[in-house]
């Protein structure tokens, strides 16, 4: 592979970030099993401390600061998970926290990461006009940017996932994770292509502005315009100059699946009446895929649930 990041990585991402990240439940899904008729386990990131799996990638990044970088703080751009999870680990770290946050980020994810100390500064329409805040801030105040995913320390923790999967469901022969950046699945795509290349690894996206999934067909990162959607934590784009997340994803996806604003709001309401889970649009996505039968299964089926952070009122609505 040519990219930079390996199997060694995850597990020191893995050492590293045990104190501060839950090994999450995995859990056998009967109903999901009777309807794909294969083996469904869900991956619960929902029960990370801030309700999604960017609490792994993020505190294997700030724990690999230097002092003087942690000194100084660090900026990042963020639709809410990930500047949650990195305000968390500040906090706990005693580093200055700056996110940047595009006009579409939702109020009460906003609100949880002052919640958590951080300084949020409303940037722009877009994820690409937050970053370019966000790259403003880090050169005028000395801040290191933190990217949501396209960065090696943040695609190791989150690939700990990967590791987590092998050791409880060594018989796993296909991962349902759902894709934004790339951060999550290329971690998980490493690890678990590493244990063994037949592994299918399986995308799931909103079709409404898939990134990550029109720049694979194009060949190259694309920008697109950012549509409102249910999958609120899939909005933004991978970056004209991406690094590092195209190519890995681009090696390790086998197929991808793209989900209508309609079955991702069922499959937020599945998870809430049948597996009594709150999940997020974004979290959601990959039981979509399995629930609306659109992905190609193996016999063995983990589907990473990623995250919790729904708009409650927004959930409530959607389950009545
Ligand atoms: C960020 C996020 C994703 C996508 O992760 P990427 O690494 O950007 O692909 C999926 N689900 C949730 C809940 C997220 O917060």
New binding site residues.
């Given amino acids: 592979m040519s990219h930079s990041i390996t199997l060694r990585h995850i597990y020191l991402a893995r050492q590293a970030i045990a104190p501060y990240v839950r090994r999450t439940p995995l859990v056998r899904s009967p109903l999901l099993s009777q309807r794909a008729g294969a083996e469904v386990y869900l991956k619960l ?1 929902t029960a990370q401390e801030t309700g ?3 609490l792994r990638g993020a505190a294997n990044k700030l724990l690999r600061l230097s002092d003087a970088e942690r000194a100084r703080g660090v900026v990042t751009v963020s ?4 500047g949650r999870a990195v305000a968390y680990m500040g906090r706990l770290l005693g580093v200055r926290v700056v996110v940047c946050a595009p006009a579409l980020v939702l109020a009460h994810k906003i609100k949880a990461m002052r919640d958590l100390g951080a300084e949020v500064i409303a940037a722009g329409a877009s994820q690409d006009e937050a970053e370019c805040r966000a790259l403003a801030l880090a050169q005028e105040q000395g801040l290191t940017l933190v990217s ?2 396209d960065d090696p320390d943040i695609i190791a923790g ?1 690939g700990v996932i990967g590791l987590e999967l092998l050791e409880e469901l060594p018989q796993i022969d296909t991962a349902v994770v ?9 971690g998980i795509g490493l690890a678990l292509k590493a244990a063994d290349p037949a592994v299918r690894v399986v995308g799931a996206s909103m079709a409404r502005g898939p990134v ?1 999934v029109e720049s694979l067909r194009a060949g190259r990162p694309l920008q697109l315009p950012e549509e409102p959607t249910l999958a609120d ?2 909005m933004g784009g991978i970056g004209l100059d991406n690094r590092y ?1 195209f190519d890995l994803v681009r090696q390790v996806l086998d197929d991808a699946v793209l989900l209508s604003e309609e079955e991702i709001g069922s499959a937020m309401r599945y998870a809430l009446r049948e597996e009594h889970l709150v999940v ?1 649009g ?2 959601a996505v990959g039981l979509g895929a399995v629930l609306h039968g659109k992905a190609q299964l193996g016999r063995c089926v983990a589907v990473v649930v ?2 919790g ?1 729904a708009d409650m009122a927004r959930l409530l609505e959607l389950a009545s």
């Fill in positions: 990131e999604a799996f960017k639709t809410g998970n990930h949501p995913f989150q759902p894709l934004s950046g790339g951060g999550l699945l290329g990550m934590s899939l997340t997020e974004g979290g990623s995250g952070n």
